[in-house]
């Protein structure tokens, strides 16, 4: 068990460049769960997912935003058209199915948009 | 006004010394919850949780919930220099692995 693997650990783009995130959840784990964090502030919940039905969307998550997680395996979460205000920690979290409340988190992906 | 409230700190004890951290609510469908420690620059990992009211003791850390008044609280006896962290309260409803909402995180310092 290698716990949640994210990566890049760190990544800088200009404004208006598209990115793109992925994690990798602990194997056995069918949920997988995307959580952005700013400087000073606890995470937000993004969005999560059962195997690979994405099964909510934070109001959070604006249209310039998709994640996915075909197969059920790894995730991947993209912004289009970066703004500075998208700059933040993005946090991957994984956990057993029903009745288990232990979710565990990866190191993060460290987004800067210049 | 948010759901979950914490209080950022920054906290500073000395070593040895009791910590008490809190947190309240607002939303009465929460049942589970959890205390989080994230070292600077890390994710978070999780240290306790308790379902409903009550109290659970691990090692020096005692979490306690009240459900009555909406408030939570995590305590930490004999504090050590390695307790240096942001400690995170974060609830979920009722199958306890649901998206979980975050407190903005208490910022601890425990000088040597």
């Known amino acids: 068990d290698t716990g949640v693997s994210q990566n890049p650990r760190h990544k800088i783009t200009k404004r208006g460049q598209n990115v793109t995130f992925r994690c990798d959840p602990i194997?056995?784990?069918?949920?997988l769960y995307w959580y952005r964090q700013t400087l000073g502030q606890g995470p937000e919940f993004l969005t999560y997912?059962?195997?690979?039905?994405?099964?909510?969307k934070s109001r959070l998550l604006s249209d310039r935003f998709s994640a996915e997680r075909p197969k059920g395996s790894f995730s991947t979460l993209e912004i289009q058209r970066t703004e500075q205000g998208d700059s933040a920690m993005y946090l991957c979290?994984?956990?057993?199915?029903?009745?288990?409340?232990?979710?565990?988190f990866g190191q993060g992906t460290r987004l800067t948009v210049v | 006004q948010k759901e979950v409230e914490q209080d950022p700190g920054p906290l500073s004890v000395p070593e040895g010394a009791i910590v008490s951290l809190n947190c309240t609510y607002s939303?009465?469908?929460?049942?589970?919850f959890m205390w989080y420690r994230q070292y600077s620059r890390k994710g978070p990992e999780l240290l306790m949780y308790?379902?409903?009211?009550g109290n659970k003791e691990d090692g020096r850390f005692t979490a306690q919930v009240d459900k009555s008044s909406k408030y939570i609280s995590l305590f930490i006896r004999d504090s050590q220099p390695s307790d240096s962290a942001t400690y995170l309260c974060?609830?979920?409803?009722?199958?306890?692995?649901?998206?979980?909402?975050f407190g903005t995180g208490t910022r601890l310092t425990i000088i040597p």
């Open positions: 979290a994984s956990s057993r199915d029903r009745g288990y409340t232990e979710a565990f």
């Open positions: 194997s056995e784990h069918n949920r």
């Open positions: 997912f059962q195997n690979e039905a994405q099964l909510e």
């Open positions: 939303n009465s469908a929460f049942q589970y």
């Open positions: 308790t379902y409903s009211s």
């Open positions: 974060a609830m979920s409803g009722l199958e306890g692995n649901e998206k979980l909402t």
